[in-house]
T-cell receptor, first 111, second 116 residues
Framework: RKEVEQDPGPFNVPEGATVAFNCTYS??????FFWYRQDCRKEPKLLMS???SGNEDGRFTAQLNRASQYISLLIRDSKLSDSATYLCVPERRAGSYQLTFGKGTKLSVIP | DGGITQSPKYLFRKEGQNVTLSCEQN?????MYWYRQDPGQGLRLIYYSQIVNDFQKGDIAEGYSVSREKKESFPLTVTSAQKNPTAFYLC???????????????FGQGTRLTVV
């Protein structure tokens, strides 16, 4: 099983819709995760950190399901500006500085 | 302003030539990373360094080399041995965690390398 797996999409949703996508991880010891947002031809930027069961920031909610080893990102009231690729990153393994990113899920919000 | 700077933003290289991509950070971060991204693909780790004078191969290190002589700098050389070097290259840095995990990565704006 890959360390991080994401549905590549694309998810095409109308403005105002609610959309959710998942990220599965293989290391059951992982305690924290990050969601990054990457706009086309730009660098990834941190969207949200998830340290326990979940986190909420405005229209964005991240939830962690340890039993099934996945984290989800929920976006409510989608805006055109939410169109981007969303990357999932679990924390580094003990003793390692390696950071492994998921391939990302592409979201397109349509007028 | 603290940050991480990559240069140049666009780079063209003739086939068979080596080229070096610059990455500098003034965030006082110990860990630095180089990733490669191809169109429509995710980030693949080339090399990473957790301390000066030390670096580790990532998943796709063949055809690349790095150095870490200073904490602030982590240049990447794309050698002629890299068969398909055209890609978007991203450098990142991260602070040393007090405990494992819980530290985000900060990215430079990237260098777009094209072999002509």
């Amino acid at each position: 099983r890959k360390e991080v797996e994401q549905d590549p999409g694309p998810f095409n949703v109308p403005e105002g819709a609610t959309v959710a996508f998942n990220c599965t991880y293989s290391n059951s010891a992982s305690q924290s995760f990050f969601w990054y947002r990457q706009d086309c031809r730009k660098e990834p930027k941190l969207l949200m950190s998830v340290y326990s069961s979940g986190n909420e920031d405005g229209r964005f909610t991240a939830q962690l399901n340890r039993a099934s080893q996945y984290i989800s990102l929920l976006i409510r009231d989608s805006k055109l500006s939410d169109s981007a690729t969303y990357l999932c990153v679990p924390e580094r393994r003990a003793g390692s500085y390696q950071l492994t990113f998921g391939k990302g899920t592409k979201l397109s919000v349509i007028p | 302003d603290g940050g991480i700077t990559q240069s140049p933003k666009y780079l063209f290289r003739k086939e068979g030539q080596n080229v070096t991509l610059s990455c500098e950070q003034n965030l006082n971060h110990d860990a630095m990373y180089w990733y490669r991204q191809d169109p429509g693909q995710g980030l693949r780790l080339i090399y990473y360094s957790q301390i000066v004078n030390d670096f580790q191969k990532g998943d796709i290190a063949e055809g690349y080399s790095v150095s870490r002589e200073k904490k602030e700098s982590f240049p990447l050389t794309v050698t002629s041995a890299q068969k398909n070097p055209t890609a978007f290259y991203l450098c990142a840095s991260s602070p040393t965690p007090i405990r494992v995990g819980n530290t985000e990565a900060f990215f430079g704006q990237g260098t777009r390398l094209t072999v002509v």
